[in-house]
């Protein structure tokens, strides 16, 4: 399977899991795919918490009730004190470098029948005080992770895409009008 069928059709926000463990294996290889992601300056600020037991799924429930029942949700964290730091605007990286790690952890799930969802929407502060994330990591995105149900598909919003000229330009900017097309 080619990277665009695998991105356009194997992927998408699966809201509905089995009650089936993920094997250790599969586990492993997402992580793997988590270490490798590319990194400002190869700073490799990300902090992943492995939620699975169901102790620390009761405790994610009450952070969010956006992980659908999925076996396994991953904590994607970055290092604020590692992270790199742009000089020219006073901007960190941690939140893309942990964006990027979370998108490969997403594509590898797929490429291995597994369904996966971005949750952003948790309490961040409820997460620091049930998980004990130090004030140094700073929480960015739930993964739940697991074999879709039997029967879910992708939402019909996951098929609609703007044409390429909706958000590609070259050379310049000029032109555009604010919140269309050109």
Not at 107 to 114: Q, S
Not at 121 to 150: M, S, W
Request: aromatic share 10%.
């Amino acid at each position: 399977m080619s990277f665009l069928q695998l991105a356009k059709d194997q992927r998408y926000s699966v809201r509905k899991f089995k009650n089936q463990a993920v094997e250790k294996e599969k586990l492993d290889l997402i992580l793997e795919a988590g270490r490798i992601a590319p990194t400002a300056c190869n700073y490799q600020p990300q902090r992943i918490l492995v939620i699975e037991d169901e102790a620390a799924h009761e405790k994610l429930k009450q952070c969010t009730s956006w992980y659908f029942g999925a076996p396994v949700a991953l904590m994607v964290c970055y290092d604020k004190t590692t992270c790199w730091k742009n000089k020219t605007n006073a901007t960190i990286g941690g939140d893309v470098d942990a964006s990027i790690v979370t998108t490969h952890m997403m594509l590898a799930a797929a490429e291995l029948g597994l369904g996966t969802t971005w949750v952003g929407a948790f309490n961040h502060q409820k997460a620091r005080e049930l998980f004990g994330i130090p004030d140094y990591l700073v929480p960015v995105a739930l993964l739940p992770i697991g074999y879709p149900e039997d029967g879910v598909n992708p939402h019909p919003w996951h098929f609609k895409r703007f044409d390429i000229d909706h958000s590609v330009f070259y050379n310049s900017f000029d032109g555009i009008v604010e919140g269309e097309a050109h």
